[in-house]
């Protein structure tokens, strides 16, 4: 059974990055037709897509986002990792890590998510 | 404002069936077999419920059901039980700039 395991700093002051790391067991963040897609929900709010990257490393951000989001893949402990630079207080959220199978375009696995509070 | 558009409220009571409509256009809904609807419970990570439309994942009772004409999907639970008071959130490819969008999601009461 397919884990994901979202883990990092809970409150960042405002203009820092917010880092997250989705670790995967269970599977191998290296098998093919999937993406592994971080997506963040406000507290009250509805489901936001942050971005992907792909089993080959290529990455899609959310336009909106583009600007201050990175994700990168570290093979070796097999797990995903999120950068999201110069925060605000909008940033505060629950941040989920999802498995996307590629050819349905469906998320099937996610993470607990873990919530990040921008607040200095 | 959310890419896809939900009703952000419906109910119904034990044992009846619910419609939830999720409207989008032909960059997405319209012109793509994928749309997903997750089933999200408070305080608790979504729930794939329905992929390509109208596939159930395994372990998703029959009880839910989806289905698209035009522009909407929809989503419909019959026989409802209290268990399924959660909200609920559609999701489409698109062609637009982002990939992937969420409708805003719909709170379903259980009366």
């Known amino acids: 059974q397919l884990q994901l395991q979202e883990s990092g700093s809970g409150l960042v002051k405002p203009s820092q990055t917010l880092s997250l790391t989705c670790a995967v067991s269970g599977g191998s963040i290296s098998s093919g037709g999937y993406s592994w897609s971080w997506i963040r929900q406000p507290p009250g709010k509805g489901l936001e897509w942050i971005g992907y990257i792909y089993h080959s490393g290529s990455t899609y951000y959310n336009p909106s986002l583009k600007s201050r989001v990175t994700i990168s893949v570290d093979r070796s402990k097999n797990q995903f990792s999120l950068k999201l630079s110069s925060v605000t207080a909008a940033d505060t959220a629950v941040y989920y890590c999802?498995?996307?199978?590629?050819?349905?375009?469906?998320?099937?696995?996610w993470g607990q998510g873990t919530l990040v509070t921008v607040s200095s | 404002q959310s890419a896809l558009t939900q009703p952000a409220s419906v109910s119904g009571s034990p044992g009846q069936s619910i419609t939830i409509s999720c409207t989008g256009t032909s960059s997405d809904v319209g012109g793509y077999n994928y749309v997903s609807w997750y089933q999200q419970h408070p305080g608790k990570a979504p729930k794939l419920m329905i992929y390509?439309?109208?596939n159930r994942p395994s372990g998703v009772p029959d009880r839910f059901s989806g289905s698209k004409s035009g522009n909407t999907a929809s989503l419909t639970i019959s026989g409802l039980q209290a268990e399924d008071e959660a909200d609920y959130y559609c999701?489409?490819?698109?062609?637009?700039?982002?990939?992937?969008?969420f409708g805003g999601g719909t709170k379903l009461t259980v009366l």
């Open positions: 390509e439309v109208s």
């Open positions: 999701s489409s490819y698109t062609s637009s700039s982002t990939p992937q969008v």
């Open positions: 999802a498995r996307a199978v590629v050819v349905v375009a469906a998320f099937d696995y």
